[in-house]
């Protein structure tokens, strides 16, 4: 099924009723994709949003906390792998179809 639950009290993400373990970053990268579906986020807004505007290193930080994010709910179902998108030349955004 893949269905992707975030649990904001305790911080939590579930995939199918199962716990991913995230990191804070790759928790707050996933928190702002699913508040705001289909909006592409390019990566210097994802560097801004979620590391903040004093954040100095590149934005393949975000390509690879993406690519991490990915794996991680892939264990569980690629649908769920399948919900950050890619969107050439732009960013990412979170399209996640239940």
């Known amino acids: 099924r893949g269905d992707i639950k975030l649990d ?3 911080r939590k993400v579930y ?3 199962e716990h991913v373990g995230l990191t804070l970053k790759e928790y ?9 579906p289909e909006i592409v986020y390019s990566r210097d807004t994802l560097l801004e949003k979620v590391w903040g505007y ?3 290193g590149g934005t ?3 390509d690879t ?3 991490t994010l990915r794996i991680k709910l892939g264990k569980f ?3 769920a792998s ?11 955004r979170f399209d996640h179809v239940k």
Request: hydrophobic share 35%; glycine share 8%.
């Open 15 to 17: 995939v199918d009723e």
């Open 28 to 36: 707050e990268l996933l928190h702002l994709f699913m508040q705001n």
């Open 8 to 10: 904001e009290v305790s």
């Open 54 to 56: 004093g954040y100095s």
């Open 77 to 79: 179902s690629e649908k």
């Open 65 to 67: 906390h993406i690519k």
């Open 60 to 62: 393949r930080t975000v």
């Open 82 to 92: 399948d919900a950050i998108q890619t969107v050439w030349g732009i960013g990412y």
